[in-house]
């Protein structure tokens, strides 16, 4: 199984904390911790795994959410959301002094939470990876990288569901949805086959017929004109299937 993501939240407002929780909670990340304060949120940062933190601005205390986005700057590799009522020209400065990977104004629904949130991380994610394309990163940095890659979120019942890459068989356009299919289950999606191809590891899937995006890794068997996965047959593209036969015994 997958691990989670990491969420930690530091919000003083404990109303606010517990329902931003539930909602994160109902997504399916892992919330380490949930603090109140600047010395707080350190000791969390200390003592967990966290790959993303939710940074309220304005603490009850003397250091706020800024002293907070700074200490993650200066000592954790990860992404950080300030989470604040206040929109001012004054604080919106001030919280660009730390460079924030994404910035949420009170209230919001669930939906932008899990927006911000994945753009905030994929962004990070892609900015890592280039960097560790150039300087020639460690490779814990790449494992850290392919933990927060490796799974795609979509929406099923007011939930949004993790799956693993892995996990997902093939993909089918059907009108304007997509059916994302596992060993088990069905999850439809609005989008383009062509667009969900591109968020999808390239080494891994492949488009296989003008309706069908499959997973290389789970095909049973082929022929001249199908493949099977999962005991379905799906038709292939000419292209498709030179492209396996050319790869079937090299």
């Known amino acids: 199984m997958d691990p989670l993501i990491k969420i930690l939240i530091v919000e003083d407002n404990v109303i606010i904390a517990d329902d931003m929780q539930s909602m994160l909670e109902e997504i399916g990340y892992d919330i380490v911790a949930n603090v109140v304060d600047y010395e707080s949120a350190v000791e969390a940062l200390s003592n967990n795994e966290v790959d993303l933190a939710l940074v309220d601005i304005i603490l ?9 986005g700074k200490y993650i700057r200066e000592n ?8 604040t009522s206040n929109s001012d020209k004054a604080t919106v400065e001030n919280a660009k002094t730390v460079k924030p990977n994404g910035y949420l104004v009170k209230p919001f629904e669930q939906q932008d939470l899990f927006t911000s949130i994945e753009i905030a991380l994929s962004n990070f994610n892609e900015t890592n990876l280039s960097q560790a394309g150039e300087t020639n990163n460690s490779q814990d940095d790449h494992v850290s990288n392919s933990v927060l890659r490796n799974s795609i979120f979509v929406k099923k019942n007011q939930h949004y569901h993790r799956i693993p890459f892995d ?5 089918k356009a059907d009108n304007v949805y997509l059916e994302v299919n596992t060993a088990d289950k069905t999850y439809l999606v609005r ?3 062509k667009d969900y191809l591109e968020k999808l590891p390239s080494h891994q899937f492949y488009r296989a017929h003008k309706s069908y995006i499959v997973n290389l890794d789970h095909i049973q068997a082929i022929n001249s004109r199908d493949i099977v996965i999962n005991g379905q047959t799906i038709p292939i593209s000419k292209d498709f299937k030179d492209f396996i036969l050319s790869n079937m015994n090299s």
């Open 60 to 68: 009850a205390t003397e250091k706020t959410g800024i002293d907070v």
């Open 76 to 83: 954790c590799n990860i992404p950080f959301i300030f989470v």
């Open 167 to 171: 996990d997902i068989h093939f993909v």
């Open 191 to 193: 989008s383009a086959l």
